[in-house]
């Protein structure tokens, strides 16, 4: 306890200091300034202190419902993962076996992660605004004219937006069950098939337990992308903006600390996010210890 530390050792810490205020430093500050007082700016020094801009959001922002956009992220996110742990286990699964085209696929699929973010979002809106055009072509050509004056787009929330964020998030949760199934001891299945276990019974009480952890992670990974989500979902998104996109917005035009005090609401949603996931696999651990206790 009592050893001399090198310089090296010092040095590194203080880089590493340096680095934890670069990547934290912004977001604290702007948690700081959403509680400046009623007369307070968008700099320091600080007027006071107050939850003022709080009740002001809550009021609304102009012409932007911030609590329906709220709401809309919330529900988008929560689709989202369901459908990346739903995708991310079923194909971890099948890629346990051999499958014909299954490198490419994969590759395929991770290589969503290292295109710019903007440029799949400008493909799957102009995907999408071919589909329009050869929808309304096809209401036309059958003379369906009430449908082809009425009908706008295809594009929205649920569907080119979600295709969009599942491009993001997809990879991230197939990449951690690959790695998990890569460490995963078959023998506890073949254990389970020899007393007598149908395979789901296998998958239900025996690997679904064993990789719950990490399925909540993915899941916590797939709505924290989800929700900070702006280039994928920037043109692909529909008439209806996510918070992330309506809070890029209003950089631009909203001049009161009410723009940190909701930059604060949505960090402390991906906190409690966090809190929830860690808590539900401290859950999991302390229940899978007291059946085997049992």
């Known amino acids: 306890m009592n050893e001399n530390r090198s310089f090296g050792f010092y040095a590194l ?19 700081v300034l959403s509680f400046q007082g009623p007369e307070g700016g968008l700099t320091f020094p600080m007027r006071g202190w107050s939850t003022h801009w709080f009740s002001e959001l809550f009021k609304g922002i102009g012409v932007i419902d911030i609590g329906a956009a709220f709401l809309r992220s919330l529900k988008l996110g929560a689709l989202v993962t ?38 799949v979002s400008l493909g799957i809106g102009l995907s999408f605004r071919l589909l329009d055009t050869g929808l309304k072509a096809f209401f036309e050509w059958a003379g369906w004219t009430g449908m082809a004056e009425s009908f706008s787009t295809t594009m929205g929330l649920y569907t080119s937006a979600l295709g969009a964020q599942l491009t993001w998030t997809l990879p991230f949760g197939l990449l951690i069950m690959f790695a998990v199934f890569n460490r995963f001891n078959a023998a506890y299945e073949e254990a389970a098939r020899d007393l007598g276990a149908t395979p789901w019974q296998t998958f239900r009480h025996v690997v679904l337990p064993l990789i719950g952890p990490s399925v909540i992670g993915v899941g916590m990974f797939g709505f924290t992308l989800s929700w900070d989500e702006i280039a994928r979902s920037s043109q692909a998104i529909g008439d209806l903006n996510t918070l992330p996109l309506e809070l890029q917005g209003l950089t631009t035009t909203v001049t009161t600390p009410v723009i940190y005090a909701l930059g604060t609401v949505t960090t402390i949603v991906s906190f409690v996010v966090v809190a929830v996931t860690l808590g539900l696999i401290a859950l999991g651990k302390r229940r899978a210890r007291s059946r085997s206790k049992g």
């Open 13 to 31: 810490a203080v880089f590493f200091g340096l680095f934890l205020l670069f990547l934290y430093g912004p977001t604290i500050t702007i948690f």
């Open 82 to 119: 369901l459908f990346t742990v739903l995708l991310a286990v079923s194909a971890a699964l099948a890629f346990r076996k051999a499958l014909k085209g299954g490198g490419s696929l994969f590759y395929i699929t991770v290589a969503s992660l290292i295109m710019p973010s903007i440029i």
